[in-house]
């Protein structure tokens, strides 16, 4: 997953992107436990995609509430 392509998501979008990473990695831990998964560095991938989307996430909220905020003394 790229940044570019996260970055032209609504904050909704987002939240549901993360949702559905998150039910992977629970997916993707649960195979690792039982010896079923064929590449374990999909949980280490998955991960970072998270943290990824969680930072573009906050970037853009950062940025609404600057917009939001009046500018002067």
Excluded: W
Aim: hydrophobic share 35%; no cysteine.
């Amino acid at each position: 997953m790229d940044v570019k392509d996260l970055s032209g998501l609504s904050i909704d979008e987002l939240a549901e992107k993360e949702k559905q990473l998150r039910h992977e990695l629970f997916n993707f831990r649960f195979q690792l436990g039982i010896g079923r998964l064929e590449n374990p560095m999909q949980v280490r991938s998955t991960k970072r995609d998270i943290a990824r989307l969680k930072t573009v996430r906050r970037q853009l909220e950062l940025l609404q509430t600057q917009a939001d905020q009046p500018v002067g003394k």
